[in-house]
């Protein structure tokens, strides 16, 4: 009797996860179910050519498909206990891979003979149809080869190791990570009109979780102020992941960035002798000690930062938390209420009210402002 009470007091529960996980993974789900439909409607008539041709490509398909299905699958698998792609990649793709097997073979069985004979009676057609279709399937793959899922202003955010499913933790320090990046953004002034900051569903194929849009400098010929805010905003995500007790080891893509233009701003002696080149130790730790100063003078400045405005931080994370896409009219009541140390970089400089009131953050295009 006590067991039987314990699982109906867990029922509820186990309802309520089972529809999250479903609703969650809705679009493997869907895609699942239409290539077993694919294969079971394929499968039970594959058909039987007549032409001694197709009939020796349906059976070379058959053997030689069969052999790479299964190796790839076993393949995937693999990666898939070493924790290097995701569950639900895996059987999207073993689904795919599965429905095309048994659709080609189908096809091969009933319209092999038409499309056989009609080669025949038609070669250069054929020929000319062949090369046609080679060429769409290169730019197919060389266009797949290109990053699709945002446009080059946009900054990557945090990126984990192996691309597997988010867990509820994965997504608290990646809202923690971006609105730390945000947080920097209070101190443009205004903001475009497209600016976004978001958790991404599931890691992409970089293995990033989240990312905000990036902001870039209107000049040419980059602004020393500008770069100053944007190292700043490139190591505001791991101290804002540090509020949460702990960071995680997926913030290398913004400390690469931060030295790329740390060594561009150095290097126009902004603080002084710097070696972009050492050719020796003494030179070498030259180079070190200037980098690490800098880094640490951005830590303590964002440590003020973030010391000023706890709440506004706290609140922004979690909106992002829940929400997981904020737009620029999300971000504006968050970023109006920041308050900025003394002394922190202004790209666009300070906005001044007419009536004199603290500096706000705005849309730029309410009044044609770039």
Known sequence: MWILYRIKGLLPHLVVKCLALVIEHAGTIILVILCVAVSVATFGNPGTPEEAVVTKVMLDVKFFGLVTVLFYTVGRALLFFLNLVALTTLIEQTALFAAAYHLA?????????????????????AAAGLIAAAIVWIILKVSSGWRSVQPEYVARGVAVFPPRELTERDTRYTAAHEAGHALVYAALGRLPVDVKVAINDRPDAHGVLGFVTGIHDRHRLPEKTFAEWRMLELLAGKMGESTLGETTLCGSNDHLQWLDIACLYLSNHCRGMFYAEPQNRFEW????????ALHQEHLRTLKSLFDLNTEVFRQLADALFEKRTLTRDDLI???????????????????????????????CAQRGEP
């Open 333 to 363: 009541p968050f970023l109006a209420r920041v308050k900025l140390p003394e002394g922190f970089p202004q790209p666009f400089g300070p906005i001044v009210e007419a009536n004199g009131r603290r500096p706000s953050v705005r849309n």
């Open 105 to 125: 073979l189908w096809l091969i069985g009933h319209a092999g003979d038409s499309a056989y004979r009609w080669a025949l009676e038609n070669p250069q057609d």
């Open 285 to 292: 730790e030259q180079r070190e000690a200037k980098l690490e």
